[in-house]
């Protein structure tokens, strides 16, 4: 257990850390609900391993890279994938680290942006396959499609996101993500 200087320490740096770390963890699970638990499981680690973090380094990309395995762990219990690669993953939490707030909020608001410009049907099958716990092959039987299929479509619409995310974060002049693809979501 940390020594109880480390509360306050402790109490600082994550306080000042909690939004991009539950930003993180969002673009992750891709469902707030899921977000803010796997962000308590993280906090509870980041406190049990509060001594193994040695101070004057990066507290937050020591943190973000707690939150990428709880959110991996939760997403493999619900029976879920990410949408990202482990490479996107790690791309990711380097430039959450390396950037300031306002830098993850312009991300996730350029990819909120592109969400609603997708069609319907495209969002509902996004919100289907990464934001609830149902399975690809449920939501193929649900919509009277084959897996592949929605594997291709899940395949497409990850590629228009990242395009459309890299756009609108080229347009503002805010540091993207360049020469990472999406993660398949194999059956």
């Keep these: 257990m940390p020594h109880p200087r480390r509360y306050e320490e402790f109490a600082d740096a994550i306080s000042l850390s909690t ?3 539950l930003s993180y963890i969002n673009a992750l699970v891709l469902n707030w609900n899921d977000a803010e638990d796997v962000f308590q499981e993280t906090c509870v680690v980041l406190w049990q ?3 193994e973090f040695e101070p004057g380094t990066n507290f937050l990309a020591w943190a973000l890279r707690i939150a ?3 959110a991996m762990d939760s997403l493999k219990k619900r029976g879920r994938r990410s949408a990202f690669n482990a490479k996107l993953q790690d791309v990711l939490a380097t430039e959450v680290a390396q950037q300031d707030g306002q830098v993850v909020a312009a991300g996730l608001n350029a990819l909120s942006g592109c969400m609603d410009r997708l069609p319907l049907s495209d969002r509902e099958l996004v919100t289907s396959c990464y ?3 149902v399975p690809v092959h449920e939501v193929a039987d649900q919509l ?6 929605i594997h291709n479509s899940l395949h497409r619409i990850r590629n ?3 395009d ?3 756009h609108k974060l080229q347009q503002a002049e805010i540091p993207n993500i360049r020469d ?3 993660t398949e979501n194999r059956l």
């Design 164 to 166: 459309c995310v890299q």
């Design 49 to 51: 391993k509060f001594d």
């Design 160 to 162: 228009v996101l990242l």
């Design 131 to 133: 934001g609830k716990s």
């Design 144 to 149: 009277g499609r084959s897996p592949q299929s």
């Design 180 to 182: 990472v693809t999406l």
């Design 68 to 70: 990428q395995h709880k």
């Design 19 to 21: 939004s991009q770390i």
